[in-house]
């Protein structure tokens, strides 16, 4: 499958880039910046071998790509949406956009009037099959391939795309995805990241992702 | 420490009465009808040995304790406190109260204006230390004393009381409490059960607590 990490430039994107690229998808890693996109392609080359990750502008990455992960600021994530709507038309789209903000050392989940930030997203590209995922995954840990992990990773969706998307991740070793529902249940697991960063935050630990059982 | 838990017939309730009552706490099961509390108690005594378990009826619970545990269902959680908040001044009420629907097969959660279920409790028991803990522990599961787990308890509030309640929950072996920030963070660990009880429902698998790691 051809998977463009839109944005693609921060830990989650790394993350998600080199373990699908040595599941053996083709990766394009987007940016603003074509310059920025290849260098990175190439960082990201060196630490798996034979695998394809190719740096792009966010809008030839959309176009090239069947699925689409916006690994995006999620204050930016609306307008970039709006700019690359016709090339991500009929393709899988992933949030993990978590909306919020920081009020003295606490997060605070900021529920969009639309739902969820997927769901505002999904009023946008309405051509698109957008599913919610990967916003609780510890980005730092996951970017780094000798790390052990028994993570889970609830997703919502409304479409068929949510399958595809729960059988890509459960390949990712140490993912179980779990279906949390339809994408009007995507304000419960974008506000669950509110809730670890502030326990983070509180009980001074480092990154932890989610795990039920 | 004299821990009542009102309406604490259900499965949470006998979890917490066993487990606290193992630790040498005085245990009063508090209900509307006497004879439930008692029958109860009794049951639960003989689960434990050398514990102190009584039954009483919820006012003369909130009386007698220490700290209060509402494990009662939220429709009637508000209605109960208006009746007991002059039993309840200066003590520690803890809230695991998840307000929320069912919508055809789907749970939803139902944000009060308040913020909360542990803020809207607060504005009633305006003179006790609510604090928010215990939403998502596996009520069954718990209050099997031959059951095994690691899991984590997020707890939120704005008193030192939330300290004493951390302190409390880290004696009952297999559970770790988080510090999970100020009162108003409460929507964040209550909407937490609502979409484990969906990830339940669509994944068809047993009760699960969650961990951090």
Redo the contacts between chains.
């Keep these: 499958m051809k998977i463009a990490l839109l944005g693609g430039t921060g830990n989650l994107g790394e993350g998600l880039a080199l373990r699908f690229a040595k599941l053996g998808h083709e990766i394009i890693i987007g940016s603003r910046k074509i310059e920025k996109a290849k260098q990175l392609a190439s960082e990201y080359l060196e630490k798996v071998s034979k695998a394809s990750i190719t740096g792009m502008q966010n809008e030839d990455a959309a176009k090239e790509c069947d699925m689409a992960v916006f690994t995006i600021p999620w204050e930016f994530a609306f307008d970039t949406a709006e700019k690359l709507k016709d090339y991500l038309k009929r393709k899988i789209v992933v949030s993990p956009l978590v909306p919020m903000k920081k009020v003295g050392d ?1 997060f605070v ?1 900021v529920r969009p009037e639309e739902g969820s930030a997927a769901q505002k997203l999904a009023t946008i590209l309405t051509e698109s099959k957008v599913v919610a995922a990967y916003h609780a995954i510890p980005a730092k840990r996951f970017a780094n391939l000798s790390e052990e ?2 993570w889970d990773v ?1 997703v919502c969706g409304d479409s068929e795309a949510k399958e595809v998307v729960i059988e890509l991740t459960e390949k990712i070793s140490g993912l179980r995805a ?5 994408l ?2 995507a ?3 974008e ?2 990241t ?3 960063l ?2 983070m935050k ?2 001074k630990i480092g990154e ?6």
Tied chains: 1, 2.
Excluded: K, Q
Excluded at 178 to 182: M, N, V
Excluded at 208 to 213: A, K
């Design positions: 606490n989940y992990f028994e609830p779990l279906d949390a529902g339809d009007s249940n304000y419960l697991i506000s669950l509110t809730l670890i502030n326990i509180r009980n932890i992702g989610i795990s039920f059982r």
